[in-house]
């Protein structure tokens, strides 16, 4: 069975920082890129970033540029999430997906445009 399944969310203060982490289990990462991607409450679904198979290129959504990192590990077959200086706008759920792009800037992409997806993770910052 195919699954994804993030961890390391939780509820922390502006300035705060999370790191969260996507197993896969069932397949090994075929596409591309691979991706994190966030919903906000009562919002859309928002690019994060993503990340080129072999780890070599990288790329961040302006909101979260120079505060998150993206990282796999290929032996381990994960995907994390370093997330620092939180700030209240970044509180969503968070998944990781199979699939993405080079994006740029600010990019709000359809479900449908990503293979598997993990059931999320909640990032809460609040103070």
């Known amino acids: 069975q195919v699954q994804l399944v993030e961890s390391g969310g939780g509820l922390v203060q502006p300035g705060d920082s999370l790191r969260l982490s996507c197993t896969a289990s069932?397949?090994?990462?075929?596409?591309?890129?691979l991706s994190w991607v966030r919903q906000a409450p009562g919002k859309g679904l928002e690019w994060v970033s993503s990340?080129?198979?072999?780890?070599?290129?990288?790329y961040y959504a302006d909101s979260v540029k120079g505060r998150f990192t993206i990282s796999r590990d290929l032996a381990k077959n994960t995907l994390d999430l370093q997330m620092n200086s939180l700030k209240s706008e970044d509180t969503a759920v968070y998944y990781c997906?199979?699939?993405?792009?080079?994006?740029?800037?600010?990019?709000?992409?359809?479900?449908?445009?990503?293979?598997?997806w993990g059931q999320g993770t909640q990032v809460t910052v609040s103070s």
């Open positions: 997906a199979d699939g993405g792009g080079p994006y740029e800037g600010s990019y709000y992409p359809h479900r449908d445009e990503f293979g598997s």
């Open positions: 069932g397949f090994t990462f075929t596409s591309y890129y």
């Open positions: 990340i080129y198979t072999d780890g070599t290129r990288t």
